[in-house]
């Protein structure tokens, strides 16, 4: 056991070391993916400070980066990012990286983002729901609301009725 704390704990080092030692942009944004599919806890505060970065590719990368990590700071940034993000990439990829997560704050937010805005967004957080829409009926309701309403876009309406098992017809 101690050996493999060792190891990640190494590893989490590393892949600092990469991105302070980043030649580009590029470089950077592979370190912070590296970074998420490790998932250490120690590489969190540098992931989420990268959803700061100005750089909208790089806050892409660091959103898609925290789906592995399941700290408190990681699902907040998450959350903030969905509602709040400028970039519609950057949206989608908090979506999705909230799969899977079962807080009343991230359902919360998934939910906000299914019901307005950006048909990517939206599409996104349905999509997100995952294994929620068999085990809380509340959230298979809301899905189903959203898929017959037929006032509601085509996309999204597909994306409800795939998230609920459902064949679109």
Do not use: Y
Not at 65 to 81: D, F, I
Not at 139 to 152: K, R, S, V
């Amino acid at each position: 056991r101690d050996r493999k704390d060792a190891g990640a704990t190494a590893l989490a080092s590393f892949l600092e070391e990469r991105w302070a030692g980043a030649a580009g942009d590029d470089e950077r944004r592979r370190a912070i993916a590296a970074m998420g599919n490790a998932g250490a806890e120690e590489n969190e505060g540098l992931v989420v400070g990268a959803m700061e970065s100005r750089d909208e590719a790089e806050r892409a990368g660091a959103a898609t980066a925290l789906r592995h990590m399941r700290g408190p700071r990681a699902e907040e940034t998450l959350v903030t990012a969905l509602s709040a993000d400028a970039s519609v990439e950057v949206r989608c990829r908090a979506a999705a990286s909230l799969k899977g997560r079962t807080s009343a704050r991230a359902t919360g937010a998934l939910r906000q983002a299914a019901t307005g805005g950006d048909d990517e967004v939206r599409v996104a957080a349905i999509q997100s729901f995952g294994d929620a829409v068999r085990t809380d009926p509340s959230t298979h309701d809301f899905l189903a609301a959203i898929a017959i309403d037929t006032t509601q876009p085509r996309a999204v309406r597909k994306a409800a009725f795939q998230a609920l098992g459902v064949r679109d017809e």
